[in-house]
């Protein structure tokens, strides 16, 4: 099972970016996904959530309205489209697949971690 994270690079505060990560080696409809973050000398956070179809998501306060994950089942790639960003957002973003229905916003919840990618803001 792999996951390859992509989409991260510098931007201004104020800018977007729309992170994706391409998963492999697993039925990727059947799983529900996650997106998290590490800023430097922080723990791993959670961002988002979205079901196996799409149709629930879930987010952090600190993302909501800023944030929107999106996934295309046909792709195996689910997305992150980052909006109104801050100096604060910058971090390590890391996609993963959901175990199960349990610990929805902690890591406990989730497996098969991607490389992550870099995300920095500018302010």
């Known amino acids: 099972v792999q996951l390859q994270a992509s989409g991260g690079g510098l931007v201004q505060a104020g800018g977007s970016l729309r992170l994706s990560c391409a998963a492999s080696?697993?039925?990727?409809?059947?799983?529900?996904m996650g997106w998290f973050r590490q800023a430097p000398g922080k723990e791993r956070e959670f961002i988002a959530r979205?079901?196996?179809?799409?149709?629930?998501?879930l987010y952090a306060d600190s993302v909501k309205g800023r944030f929107t994950i999106s996934r295309d089942n046909a792709k195996n790639t689910v997305y992150l489209q980052l909006s109104s960003l801050k100096p604060e957002d910058t971090a390590v973003f890391y996609c993963?697949?959901?175990?199960?229905?349990?610990?929805?916003?902690?890591?406990?919840?989730?497996?098969?971690w991607g490389q992550g990618t870099q995300v920095t803001v500018s302010s």
């Open positions: 993963a697949f959901a175990r199960g229905t349990t610990w929805r916003t902690s890591e406990r919840g989730y497996d098969y």
């Open positions: 080696g697993r039925t990727f409809s059947g799983y529900a």
């Open positions: 979205i079901s196996w179809s799409g149709g629930s998501t």
